[in-house]
């Protein structure tokens, strides 16, 4: 009995052990969309204000966890009319739902440094599962840092009516399609 006691503490901390968390370098990372307007053109912004932590044992990353919290308000189009339309009631309410948030469920290399994740999307008082593609660009040392930095590039779909973004916008006005295109570096938190 106390051998298998001792395994099990032995293999939790051997996970413990390798397991690390990697934040997002805000300065080096980007949570962008683009959508359509009037079918004719695309309208891109971005999340100014959004915090993802990695959790992964491995160094490519293949088991991660990942968790990202954007906050509604600092939604930025570059317009600000449009950016304060977006944060009231007829699109994002951002009073009421200050915040969107992914949580992974799961994460699939495909092959080589491209991956499928698949999870959960929170905005606007609504969950609805996502599939992201994930491309690991590789780690480096930064050398402004000495820190060891992963790469990311994300990119993926959704719908905003599956949300009730906007319901009183057709589509032929502003697209339903949102897409999603993330840029980030990483680094332990240390």
Request: positive net charge; charged residues 20%; hydrophobic residues 40%.
């Amino acid at each position: 009995m106390k051998r298998i006691s001792l395994s099990i503490v032995l293999i939790m901390f051997a996970f413990t052990a390798f397991s690390q968390t990697w934040v997002a370098d805000p300065a080096h990372s980007r949570l962008g969309f683009t959508i359509s307007h009037l079918t004719i053109s695309h309208i891109t912004g971005n999340f100014n204000q959004f915090d993802v932590k990695v959790v992964s044992t491995k160094a490519d990353h293949s088991d991660a966890k990942i968790e990202v919290t954007a906050q509604i308000a600092s939604i930025n189009t570059d317009v600000e009319q449009r950016n304060t339309h977006l944060k009231s009631a007829d699109f994002f309410d951002a009073q009421q739902y200050p915040t969107l948030i992914f949580k992974s469920t799961s994460i699939t290399k495909i092959k080589g440094k491209n991956y499928k994740l698949l999870g959960n999307m929170t905005m606007h008082g609504v969950t609805k599962p996502v599939v992201l593609n994930v491309t690991f660009n590789g780690t480096v040392i930064n050398p402004m840092n000495k820190k060891e930095t992963s790469g990311f590039t994300i990119t993926g779909s959704l719908k905003r009516s599956d949300y009730g973004i906007g319901p009183k916008f057709p589509e032929a006005m502003v697209g339903d399609k949102v897409t999603l295109i993330a840029s980030a570096e990483f680094s332990p938190n240390k």
